[in-house]
């Protein structure tokens, strides 16, 4: 786990720590289907062990590691271990095969990152580059948020306190561990959420 490290200046109370890891290991793959159709919810549960997620929201199955997030009308995204990847799309492509739909292996074109501290800190972090409501009623527990950071596409969630997940396209990543990284520094803070 990378650790954003905090120094403190003559007179300046030192801000929390904050850890930045990338995260590896995680299959990720769209499904683009009728959410609606019972055939969906059917296929999902059989292959994620989750149903559909309410619009904007994300969900962790019973299977360790697999989560079922909200992405528009059409579209869900699903996190499973790396291991479970080719499983699930086996699952879903059998499942749906007399249905219009897509299912597609995005695990080589996101990256992940972990974000964890405390809370309102993280959630100041992430706001100096994104352009929407990051506070706990704007953003909270359980919530995907579709946005941008700076000018970067990106999505945004928590599932507990003091951890938060970014997911970005891999081109960018290291762009955006520069970015999380230097807005973590000392002396930036302005407690909005504290």
């Given at each position: 786990?990378?650790?954003?490290?905090?120094?403190?200046?003559?007179?300046?109370?030192?801000?929390?720590?904050?850890?930045?890891?990338?995260?590896?290991?995680?299959?990720?793959?769209?499904?683009?289907?009728?959410?609606?159709?019972?055939?969906?919810?059917?296929?999902?549960?059989?292959?994620?062990?989750?149903?559909?997620?309410?619009?904007?929201?994300?969900?962790?199955?019973?299977?360790?590691?697999?989560?079922?997030?909200?992405?528009?009308?059409?579209?869900?995204?699903?996190f499973m271990p790396r291991e479970r990847l080719d499983r699930v799309t086996r699952s879903?492509?059998?499942?749906?095969?007399?249905?219009?739909?897509?299912?597609?292996?995005?695990?080589?074109?996101?990256?992940?990152?972990?974000?964890?501290?405390?809370?309102?800190?993280?959630?100041?972090?992430?706001?100096?580059?994104?352009?929407?409501?990051?506070?706990?009623?704007?953003l909270p527990r359980g919530e995907m948020r579709r946005t941008r950071l700076g000018a970067?596409?990106?999505?945004i969630w928590s599932l507990e306190e003091g951890v938060f997940h970014l997911m970005c396209?891999?081109?960018?990543?290291?762009?955006?561990?520069?970015?999380?990284?230097?807005?973590?520094?000392?002396?930036?803070?302005?407690?909005?959420?504290?």
């Amino acid at each position: 786990m990378a650790e954003t490290k905090r120094q403190t200046g003559a007179g300046q109370r030192p801000g929390p720590p904050v850890l930045i890891e990338r995260v590896a290991g995680i299959g990720m793959v769209t499904l683009r289907a009728d959410l609606a159709d019972p055939a969906t919810e059917a296929a999902l549960k059989a292959a994620m062990g989750t149903v559909v997620p309410a619009r904007r929201r994300i969900l962790r199955s019973r299977r360790k590691g697999h989560l079922t997030a909200w992405m528009s009308p059409d579209e869900l995204m699903l996190f499973m271990p790396r291991e479970r990847l080719d499983r699930v799309t086996r699952s879903l492509e059998k499942a749906l095969a007399e249905h219009h739909h897509l299912v597609a292996d995005m695990s080589a074109a996101r990256a992940i990152f972990r974000l964890e501290g405390a809370d309102g800190h993280l959630r100041e972090i992430l706001a100096k580059g994104v352009p929407a409501d990051l506070s706990p009623e704007g953003l909270p527990r359980g919530e995907m948020r579709r946005t941008r950071l700076g000018a970067v596409a990106a999505g945004i969630w928590s599932l507990e306190e003091g951890v938060f997940h970014l997911m970005c396209f891999r081109s960018v990543a290291e762009h955006v561990d520069l970015w999380l990284r230097t807005a973590a520094h000392e002396g930036t803070e302005a407690d909005l959420w504290h």
